[in-house]
C-alpha cells in the first residue's frame, strides 16, 4: 500500500543518501514494508537483515564490536554493487544503543548505504546531536487519503483536492462519507486495512484489531519489568475512559486512585516511547511563539488510532452503523481522535486550551504569525463560545477553524473544513 512517507525518503535519496535512513514507528505501522518498496523502486539490490533474528550481529551492537559485525555482514554483500545497494537492519531497537554503534560504523564504511527501522518513537539525545548522520523519519497509522489510495478512489481524492474551486457534487460527496464511515471503522494500521480491502468483512476487521491490541499488551509486558509494565497497562487501559470526560486532561489518580505522579509518569512515557500513546499538551496562552507557552505537565492523552480505540471501547463495527452515528460515539471521542491524527500528520506540533473556567479548545496550532485554534461542531455545542473566548485572551488570533460535516468555506475569519479534507488543509 501506497505510504507518503516514501517521499520523504526519496528527498533523501535525492541529497545523496550519505546519511543513515533511521525509520521509527510503533509496532503495526507498516514501516518494514514500506521501507522494503522504496528499496525495490529507488536500488538495484537490497540486503535485508532483522536485529532480533540475528543474535550474532546483535552480540556485535551491545558489545560495540565494528570489526566483528563488517565480518559477518561483508559475506552477504559478495556479489552486489555497494553504489546501488541499501543494507536495511530491522527492529534495531532490540539493541543497547545503535546510534553510536550505527554511526561509528558508518564513518568506517563510507561506501554502505544504511537503513535502520526501529520499532519505537523514542528520542534519544545521541541521534539528535548527530543529524548530519542521521535522517529520522517517523511513520504513523494510514491518513485519510493513504486510506483513499489504498481503496483505489482516486476520483474522490480528485474531488476533494479540487472542492476549494469546484463543489463536491452528490454523488462525489456519498462516495466521500462512505470511505470516511469505513475508514473509522477500521481505522489507519496498514495491515487491517489491508484485511479489509481483501475481505469486506468487518468480524475479520475487528479480530484483526483485536489481535493488534494484545500483541500490544505483550509487547509492553515483553519490555519492561512486571512492576512497570503493570503501570504501563493501567495507563493504556485508563485513555479511552479518559477521553469521554468533559475535562479531557489525563489524570493520573483515575489510572490508580493511590496512584503516585511519579510512578505513572514514567509509565507513561513508556507507552509514549513505545508509540501506543501520545500527548496533546495543553497551551497556556497563545503568545508567540506557541512553543514557549506550553505546560508540559498538563496533557491529554491519545492512543495510536482511531480504529483501536473502538475496539477498546467495543464498539459495534457493522455494515449499518451510519457516519452520523459514528461521529457522535463516546460524546465524539472518537472523531476526535481522529482529527488529533489528521492534524499531528499534517502540522507536526499541535495543543489543547483551556480558560481558568469551562472554556475548551480542542486543538491549537500556530499558522503564520498567529495562533489558530480548532473547533469540532458535529452536533449542536453547548459551548459555542470555546473559540470566542480564545480570541477574546488572544487578540493576535486572525483566523480559526471550525471541522464539521460541511463543505469548505470561509466566513468572519473562520475556515470550516470538512472532516474528510483535513489531509487537503
Given at each position: 500500500?501506497?505510504?507518503?512517507?516514501?517521499?520523504?525518503?526519496?528527498?533523501?535519496?535525492?541529497?545523496?543518501?550519505?546519511?543513515?535512513?533511521?525509520?521509527?514507528?510503533?509496532?503495526?505501522?507498516?514501516?518494514?514494508?514500506t521501507?522494503?518498496?522504496?528499496?525495490?523502486a529507488?536500488?538495484?539490490?537490497?540486503?535485508?537483515?532483522?536485529?532480533?533474528?540475528?543474535?550474532?550481529?546483535?552480540?556485535?551492537?551491545?558489545?560495540?564490536?565494528?570489526?566483528g559485525?563488517?565480518?559477518?555482514?561483508?559475506?552477504?554483500?559478495?556479489?552486489?554493487?555497494?553504489?546501488?545497494?541499501?543494507?536495511?537492519?530491522?527492529?534495531?531497537?532490540?539493541?543497547?544503543?545503535?546510534?553510536?554503534?550505527?554511526?561509528?560504523?558508518?564513518?568506517?564504511?563510507?561506501?554502505?548505504?544504511?537503513?535502520?527501522?526501529?520499532?519505537?518513537?523514542?528520542?534519544?539525545?545521541?541521534?539528535?546531536?548527530?543529524?548530519?548522520?542521521f535522517?529520522?523519519?517517523?511513520?504513523?497509522?494510514?491518513t485519510?487519503?493513504?486510506?483513499?489510495?489504498?481503496?483505489?478512489?482516486?476520483?474522490?481524492?480528485a474531488?476533494?483536492?479540487?472542492?476549494?474551486?469546484?463543489?463536491?457534487?452528490?454523488?462525489?460527496?456519498?462516495?466521500?462519507?462512505?470511505?470516511?464511515?469505513?475508514?473509522?471503522?477500521?481505522?489507519?494500521?496498514?495491515?487491517?486495512?489491508?484485511?479489509?480491502?481483501?475481505?469486506?468483512?468487518?468480524?475479520?476487521?475487528?479480530?484483526?484489531?483485536?489481535?493488534?491490541?494484545?500483541?500490544?499488551?505483550?509487547?509492553?509486558?515483553?519490555?519492561?519489568?512486571?512492576?512497570?509494565?503493570?503501570?504501563?497497562?493501567?495507563?493504556?487501559?485508563?485513555?479511552?475512559?479518559?477521553?469521554?470526560?468533559?475535562?479531557?486532561?489525563?489524570?493520573?489518580?483515575l489510572?490508580?486512585?493511590?496512584?503516585?505522579?511519579?510512578?505513572?509518569?514514567e509509565?507513561?512515557?513508556?507507552?509514549?516511547?513505545?508509540?501506543?500513546a501520545?500527548?496533546?499538551?495543553?497551551?497556556?496562552?497563545g503568545?508567540?511563539?506557541?512553543?514557549?507557552?506550553v505546560?508540559?505537565?498538563s496533557?491529554?492523552?491519545?492512543i495510536?488510532?482511531?480504529?483501536?480505540?473502538?475496539?477498546?471501547?467495543?464498539?459495534?463495527?457493522?455494515?449499518?452503523?451510519?457516519?452520523?452515528?459514528?461521529?457522535?460515539?463516546?460524546?465524539?471521542?472518537?472523531?476526535?481522535?481522529?482529527?488529533?491524527?489528521?492534524?499531528?500528520?499534517?502540522?507536526?506540533?499541535?495543543?489543547?486550551?483551556?480558560?481558568?473556567?469551562?472554556?475548551?479548545?480542542?486543538?491549537?496550532?500556530?499558522?503564520?504569525?498567529?495562533?489558530?485554534?480548532?473547533?469540532?461542531?458535529?452536533?449542536?455545542?453547548?459551548?459555542?463560545?470555546?473559540?470566542?473566548t480564545?480570541?477574546?485572551?488572544?487578540?493576535?488570533?486572525?483566523?480559526?477553524?471550525?471541522?464539521?460535516?460541511?463543505?469548505?468555506?470561509?466566513?468572519?475569519?473562520?475556515?470550516?473544513i470538512?472532516?474528510?479534507?483535513l489531509?487537503?488543509?
Amino acid at each position: 500500500m501506497y505510504r507518503n512517507v516514501i517521499n520523504d525518503f526519496a528527498a533523501w535519496y535525492e541529497r545523496g543518501h550519505r546519511q543513515i535512513l533511521y525509520v521509527k514507528g510503533a509496532y503495526g505501522v507498516g514501516k518494514t514494508w514500506t521501507v522494503k518498496d522504496f528499496a525495490t523502486a529507488f536500488f538495484t539490490d537490497q540486503l535485508y537483515i532483522d536485529i532480533s533474528d540475528n543474535k550474532e550481529l546483535l552480540e556485535c551492537i551491545n558489545s560495540f564490536d565494528i570489526d566483528g559485525f563488517n565480518s559477518i555482514i561483508t559475506p552477504m554483500l559478495e556479489n552486489k554493487d555497494l553504489s546501488k545497494t541499501i543494507i536495511i537492519f530491522d527492529e534495531v531497537q532490540t539493541s543497547n544503543d545503535c546510534g553510536e554503534f550505527f554511526y561509528t560504523f558508518l564513518k568506517a564504511h563510507r561506501s554502505y548505504t544504511i537503513c535502520l527501522i526501529a520499532s519505537t518513537m523514542a528520542i534519544t539525545e545521541y541521534e539528535y546531536h548527530h543529524k548530519d548522520v542521521f535522517n529520522i523519519i517517523r511513520m504513523r497509522p494510514m491518513t485519510f487519503e493513504e486510506f483513499l489510495i489504498a481503496n483505489k478512489s482516486h476520483p474522490l481524492i480528485a474531488a476533494i483536492t479540487n472542492s476549494k474551486d469546484t463543489p463536491i457534487n452528490d454523488v462525489e460527496l456519498e462516495g466521500i462519507n462512505q470511505m470516511l464511515r469505513d475508514f473509522l471503522l477500521v481505522g489507519g494500521m496498514p495491515g487491517i486495512v489491508n484485511e479489509y480491502i481483501k475481505t469486506k468483512d468487518y468480524s475479520l476487521v475487528r479480530d484483526k484489531q483485536l489481535e493488534l491490541i494484545e500483541m500490544y499488551e505483550a509487547i509492553i509486558r515483553k519490555s519492561f519489568s512486571s512492576a512497570m509494565s503493570q503501570r504501563c497497562r493501567r495507563v493504556w487501559k485508563s485513555i479511552p475512559k479518559q477521553l469521554i470526560k468533559d475535562n479531557k486532561k489525563f489524570m493520573y489518580n483515575l489510572v490508580d486512585e493511590n496512584a503516585r505522579s511519579r510512578e505513572y509518569q514514567e509509565a507513561t512515557q513508556n507507552l509514549c516511547s513505545l508509540g501506543f500513546a501520545r500527548k496533546l499538551p495543553r497551551l497556556k496562552e497563545g503568545t508567540l511563539p506557541l512553543e514557549d507557552h506550553v505546560d508540559y505537565k498538563s496533557f491529554q492523552l491519545y492512543i495510536i488510532d482511531h480504529g483501536l480505540l473502538r475496539a477498546l471501547y467495543n464498539l459495534p463495527i457493522q455494515e449499518n452503523i451510519t457516519l452520523d452515528e459514528i461521529l457522535s460515539e463516546k460524546d465524539g471521542a472518537v472523531i476526535e481522535q481522529y482529527i488529533f491524527q489528521e492534524l499531528s500528520n499534517k502540522l507536526g506540533n499541535i495543543y489543547y486550551w483551556i480558560s481558568s473556567a469551562t472554556a475548551r479548545v480542542p486543538f491549537v496550532y500556530q499558522g503564520i504569525d498567529t495562533p489558530i485554534p480548532v473547533d469540532v461542531r458535529f452536533k449542536p455545542n453547548k459551548k459555542a463560545q470555546n473559540i470566542k473566548t480564545f480570541c477574546s485572551k488572544n487578540p493576535n488570533t486572525e483566523l480559526s477553524v471550525r471541522i464539521s460535516q460541511e463543505p469548505v468555506s470561509l466566513e468572519d475569519n473562520i475556515l470550516n473544513i470538512p472532516a474528510y479534507g483535513l489531509w487537503n488543509m
